[in-house]
């Protein structure tokens, strides 16, 4: 009987998700109120709770893991394809699946030989300690969810994978609308539907999906741990999910799709859900979050590259107007951070930053403009930069204290010769540090430091990125994923890294066009070409104050969809529910966005009491892998461990020496000795060292101006008509005050 009923009501669900999914029209805030009316809060919370979805699992033999097919994580989706989600859940918590509703498992992993459509059943008392050793049961397992949206693209929806379940997490994988992502109209006419924050909002809607039915008991995990992670525009989103936990400023776009746990009452929002007959509160919120190459914040992004770029005095820019562009630029960067008011405590930092030997005070952190104090970094210094570079010092400092867990390196003494292999084994850390500052080594081919350990989007169960027209993650553009051994500053420029002819990058499709999503990403950051889009200075500035007052004037909602995009609006915000703690990872050598916006993210988290870490990792490209003994594993075990009362305390497993040597026959690491310090553990050099290795070692040259002008994350600031609009308010400002300067040099 309790079949036939759930069968019925399984059809009445879909029957209605039909009819309302011809109700949608993202440009009318009232035209979804007769679908909203029908969308109850009892009726939205019926409809998914996963026990009612004719759920289908598949269970994997050979990982141990049960998964759960594509769902839709809402009653409303725009796209249903794009809108869904899919779990992964470690075999050790599952006795089996209940196909008829009697609460027993009829099918095991014993059993099954196919998908099997019914409920999971919970082995509540089962444990599985990581590969770390720490301890987790079906009720406290972490749950990890991953944001695609490389390039802030559209994602299908994915099959979860079992990436992590011998840790004993929970692995969600959810689809997006992202820039590409259309609808058609009645009168059979395309829109576009993929503008901010509707991927934002899909992740978010996700997890409330998620947590909703582990509060029900369909799902194991629990609520309280969830982390969020992903690589170059997930790497964003990653950071946003966690930035922007439980702020209300998204609850309307929740709520228009149909959202568990958050639901329009009037003018307020109701954010509980019902369970056993009680209210509850449910959260789209963050534990924690681990993001690899993180592409945001965008609003100052542009200002911050030509900022970073322009503290290089040797730095060749392709044309005199984007060097100008850059010098206006760090002059609106400065005073942009100068107005923040932004101050560290040193204890939370780390570092030393007054030059008093303790870490007892708050520092105020400050650009400072100085033509003779600071020449050799075109004018810059202060608190701020010093800051950047104590974290720049620390990121090589961390690389050289790992290099035990370098297992198959060739090393090399002063005369070019390979080390026998007891010499290998008689090495002391401090003596492979010194050989890698020198130069005397050669990385192995199939070492820790080149797998794949804990990297997200293409290795957590989503399909390889590169659908849709986009390059996977991880590759600069033509391919190149940064230098491998770093630069040596004022050492001359890398073969094809920046140039004047824009031989390097040119990522423009074959037609040439560029401000749609099928063009790809964007100009050649290499191009002589001030812009391909315009003819004329005055052209372009007309375009970027109308698409900029389109914006500034708000959405069907009333909000600026560029700052909803800006994790700095959220953080610490009182609206806010901030992580207990984040870890973004940049790669030193790449050029998709300025290490200060990572710096940036990390001081709004340090004061608003989050426990942020930030490494750039040496010699690292875009989107780099965990290296050295290092995994994402291995850092959320560290954090349940020292936040979780009663959680293992976890430590780093002891590195297995090298004792046999590689095989190179020559050394290719970089001699960095002539700018990097290594004195007792000690690394240092110099702030215009610093600007110079990210200058040379980025696998883009930046700032090319039609990077600023359409960069591929631009369309997702589009509209129902506009694929892509001109956003950037602080490249505007410097166009109108410097026109008369501007117009002379451009093109």
């Given at each position: 009987m309790r079949e036939i009923i759930l069968r019925i009501l399984t059809i009445s669900v879909i029957i209605s998700m039909i009819v309302l999914s011809g109700c949608t029209n993202s440009d009318d805030p009232d035209s979804n109120s007769a679908a909203s009316a029908a969308n109850t809060k009892e009726e939205i919370e019926e409809a998914l709770d996963l026990s009612n979805m004719n759920a289908e699992w598949t269970y994997s033999e050979e990982s141990n893991a049960w998964t759960l097919t594509p769902v839709t994580a809402v009653t409303d989706p725009e796209i249903e394809d794009e809108q869904g989600v899919s779990v992964c859940v470690p075999g050790a918590y599952v006795k089996g699946i209940d196909t008829d509703g009697d609460g027993e498992a009829d099918e095991t992993s014993k059993t099954v030989s196919a998908s099997v459509t019914g409920d999971l059943v919970i082995d509540h008392d089962a444990t599985i300690t990581s590969t770390n050793g720490q301890v987790y049961t079906a009720d406290s397992a972490p749950v990890i969810v991953n944001t695609g949206a490389a390039?802030?693209?559209?994602?299908?929806?994915?099959?979860?994978?079992?990436?992590?379940?011998?840790?004993?997490?929970?692995?969600?994988?959810?689809?997006?609308?992202?820039?590409?992502?259309?609808?058609?109209?009645?009168?059979?006419?395309?829109?576009?539907?993929?503008?901010?924050?509707?991927?934002?909002?899909?992740?978010?809607?996700?997890?409330?999906?998620?947590?909703?039915?582990?509060?029900?008991?369909?799902?194991?995990?629990?609520?309280?741990?969830?982390?969020?992670?992903?690589?170059?525009?997930?790497?964003?989103?990653?950071?946003?999910?966690?930035?922007?936990?439980?702020?209300?400023?998204?609850?309307?776009?929740?709520?228009?799709?149909?959202?568990?746990?958050?639901?329009?009452?009037?003018?307020?929002?109701?954010?509980?859900?019902?369970?056993?007959?009680?209210?509850?509160?449910?959260?789209?919120?963050?534990?924690?979050?681990?993001?690899?190459?993180?592409i945001t914040s965008l609003q100052e992004a542009d200002m911050a590259m030509a900022f970073e770029y322009y503290l290089d005095t040797d730095y060749d820019f392709n044309t005199d107007f984007q060097k100008q562009m850059a010098e206006y630029l760090s002059e609106e960067y400065m005073n942009y951070i100068n107005d923040k008011d932004l101050s560290i405590e040193e204890k939370a930092a780390g570092f030393d930053l007054d030059g008093d030997s303790k870490l007892e005070s708050t520092v105020d952190l400050k650009i400072e403009y100085d033509e003779e104090k600071y020449k050799d970094t075109n004018g810059y210094g202060g608190t701020y930069l010093d800051l950047y570079l104590a974290e720049f010092q620390q990121s090589l400092a961390d690389y050289l204290d790992r290099l035990d867990y370098a297992d198959s390196w060739t090393w090399f003494d002063s005369d070019g010769k390979a080390l026998s292999d007891d010499e290998v084994t008689e090495m002391t850390i401090e003596d492979k540090a010194k050989a890698f500052v020198e130069g005397r080594y050669a990385k192995g081919t199939d070492s820790s430091e080149n797998s794949m350990n804990g990297i997200p989007d293409m290795m957590n169960g989503q399909a390889a990125e590169g659908q849709n027209g986009q390059?996977?993650?991880?590759?600069?553009?033509?391919?190149?994923?940064?230098?491998?051994?770093?630069?040596?500053?004022?050492?001359?420029?890398?073969?094809?890294?920046?140039?004047?002819?824009?031989?390097?990058?040119?990522?423009?499709?074959?037609?040439?066009?560029?401000?749609?999503?099928?063009?790809?990403?964007?100009?050649?950051?290499?191009?002589?070409?001030?812009?391909?889009?315009?003819?004329?200075?005055?052209?372009?500035?007309?375009?970027?104050?109308?698409?900029?007052?389109?914006?500034?004037?708000?959405?069907?909602?009333?909000?600026?969809?560029?700052?909803?995009?800006?994790?700095?609006?959220?953080?610490?915000?009182?609206?806010?529910?901030?992580?207990?703690?984040?870890?973004?990872?940049?790669?030193?050598?790449?050029?998709?966005?300025?290490?200060?916006?990572?710096?940036?993210?990390?001081?709004?988290?340090?004061?608003?009491?989050?426990d942020a870490e930030i490494e750039w990792q040496w010699d690292g490209g875009h989107v780099p892998s965990e290296i050295l003994g290092d995994s994402l594993s291995l850092y959320v075990d560290t954090m349940y461990g020292e936040y979780v009362d009663g959680a293992v305390d976890i430590e780093k497993k002891q590195a297995e020496k090298q004792s046999e040597n590689g095989d190179a026959e020559e050394a290719t690491g970089t001699d960095i000795s002539d700018w990097v310090s290594f004195d007792d553990g000690d690394v240092s050099f110099t702030l215009s060292d610093a600007a110079s290795y990210r200058t040379a070692g980025a696998a883009k040259s930046i700032p090319g101006f039609d990077v600023m002008d359409y960069g591929q994350e631009d369309y997702v600031f589009g509209s129902s008509t506009q694929d892509a609009r001109h956003w950037d308010k602080y490249v505007l400002k410097v166009m109108e005050e410097n026109a008369d300067t501007l117009k002379k040099l451009f093109n």
């Open positions: 390039g802030y693209s559209e994602q299908q929806n994915q099959t979860a994978q079992a990436t992590y379940a011998e840790e004993g997490y929970i692995n969600v994988v959810c689809g997006n609308r992202g820039k590409q992502s259309t609808t058609t109209d009645d009168r059979g006419e395309s829109a576009y539907t993929g503008d901010a924050p509707s991927c934002l909002v899909d992740q978010k809607n996700a997890v409330r999906f998620v947590k909703y039915n582990i509060l029900l008991g369909n799902l194991p995990g629990s609520v309280n741990y969830f982390v969020s992670t992903g690589g170059s525009g997930g790497g964003a989103h990653a950071v946003m999910l966690a930035a922007t936990s439980d702020n209300s400023d998204y609850y309307a776009y929740e709520a228009e799709a149909g959202a568990v746990g958050v639901y329009k009452d009037g003018d307020s929002y109701v954010t509980t859900v019902t369970i056993d007959g009680e209210e509850t509160e449910l959260s789209d919120g963050m534990w924690g979050c681990m993001a690899y190459s993180a390059m996977p993650e991880g590759q600069a553009p033509d391919g190149q994923s940064g230098p491998q051994n770093g630069e040596i500053p004022n050492g001359g420029t890398p073969p094809d890294m920046h140039n004047k002819d824009g031989d390097q990058g040119d990522t423009q499709n074959d037609s040439g066009e560029v401000g749609t999503p099928d063009a790809g990403t964007t100009q050649s950051a290499g191009s002589s070409t001030d812009s391909a889009n315009y003819d004329s200075y005055e052209e372009m500035l007309k375009a970027y104050q109308e698409d900029i007052e389109g914006i500034q004037s708000g959405d069907q909602y009333g909000n600026n969809i560029v700052d909803l995009y800006d994790p700095l609006n959220y953080i610490g915000n009182d609206d806010t529910n901030d992580p207990t703690w984040t870890r973004i990872l940049m790669g030193a050598s790449e050029g998709d966005i300025s290490m200060m916006s990572s710096l940036n993210m990390q001081i709004a988290w340090l004061n608003a009491g989050t």
